[in-house]
């Protein structure tokens, strides 16, 4: 089974557009996605209407779990907890936040931010993030990333091992954009070379997948959970 809640496809910077990369992914195995296309506060509506669509259709016709989000990449510090109300608001049954990965200008407060709003349920590669915010992550049930995107996994080992000393909840995705899949194999790959010991992968790679997905489908079928 694999779990994947960070993708993109051809509504923002993807290759695939959305019933391709949900056909492509069911294929492969997966048992629940989500499409989190890059967005700032002028494109959530429309994105969370067009994806929200394809996934819909795409989980009655294929019985696919996927479902409609958006990752809120560079927006301004003191505007994310506003532009993550308006993306559930829009429809966006899950909600990432564009990290301060070590490989792009995003800026400084992006993690705290995102941890802090309400809305918001996965910190998207947060780089360098500190034992203080992963301890505010774990209070507040904001899932931390492990990623297997090539530029952004260079800071996995870093946040595993804060998030395991705070107590933070990690999840492992692809921030795919093209045909970059997970498989078990690399998940399994990805998650030990970032140093987590091996009773950890069922916790990480299955069993906290699995509670963000009660989540986003709770919230998709108009309950308050993680609200």
Not at 101 to 116: D, F, H, K, M, S
Not at 120 to 136: F, K, Q, Y
Not at 156 to 179: C, F, P, T, Y
Request: aromatic share 4%; glycine share 10%.
């Amino acid at each position: 089974m694999i779990y994947d809640f960070h993708t993109h496809s051809t509504l923002s910077d993807g290759e695939l557009s959305p019933v391709e990369l949900v056909r492509r992914a069911k294929v492969l195995g997966y048992t629940g996605m989500a499409i989190t296309d890059h967005a700032g506060v002028g494109s959530l509506e429309r994105f969370a209407y067009e994806l929200g669509a394809d996934c819909r259709l795409a989980r009655e016709m294929w019985g696919v779990d996927v479902y409609a989000g958006v990752e809120l990449t560079h927006v301004p510090t003191q505007a994310i907890d506003e532009c993550a109300r308006k993306a559930r608001e829009a429809g966006a049954a899950i909600v990432v936040v564009h990290g301060e990965t070590v490989v792009e200008p995003v800026e400084p407060g992006t993690n705290l931010a995102a941890i802090q709003s309400a809305y918001v349920d996965v910190l998207g590669h947060p780089g360098l993030i500190t034992l203080e915010e992963a301890r505010l992550a774990a209070e507040r049930g904001v899932f931390l990333e492990l990623s297997a995107r090539r530029t952004h996994c260079v800071a996995n080992g870093h946040v595993a091992r804060i998030a395991m000393e705070a107590g933070a909840k990690l999840i492992l995705d692809s921030d795919q954009h093209d045909l970059d899949f997970l498989t078990p194999e690399r998940q399994r790959y990805v998650a030990l070379g970032a140093g987590l010991p091996e009773v950890m992968l069922e916790e990480v790679l299955l069993n906290n997948p699995r509670e963000l997905l009660t989540r986003v489908k709770l919230r998709a079928e108009g309950g308050t959970a993680g609200d």
